[in-house]
């Protein structure tokens, strides 16, 4: 099982990213895929879901208006678009793959807003 993000890098504020999260060793579409982050010195945070077929999705307050979960059942990736960063986004993000019964996360992409 595998589950690899990649797109994070530096950005100046008012900037985008979009960063992939690659599935592979499970039934991708029958999991709920979910992007959380964490800051140095605090606590991982939810930041959006969306369920197995991509009709729900929900989002921190932090970043709603601002970021879109999406997945692509055909090639097993999801994904997550931002828009409008801030320097209070930085932090390192992760995907998760979750069922009733089983969950799985990726290593974590850097995100770092500065200018």
């Known amino acids: 099982v595998q589950l690899v993000e990649s797109g994070g890098g530096l950005v100046q504020p008012g900037g985008s990213l979009r960063l992939p999260c690659a599935a592979s060793g499970f039934t991708f579409s029958t999991y709920a895929m979910s992007w959380y982050r964490q800051a140095p010195g605090r606590e991982r945070e939810l930041v959006a879901g969306i369920n197995r077929y991509g009709g729900s999705t929900n989002y921190a307050d932090s970043v709603k208006d601002r970021f879109t979960i999406t997945r692509d059942n055909f090639n097993n990736t999801a994904y997550l678009q931002m828009n409008s960063l801030k320097p209070e986004d930085t932090a390192v993000y992760f995907c998760?793959?979750?069922?009733?019964?089983?969950?799985?996360w990726g290593q974590g992409t850097q995100v770092t807003v500065a200018s």
């Open positions: 998760r793959a979750s069922s009733w019964y089983d969950n799985y």
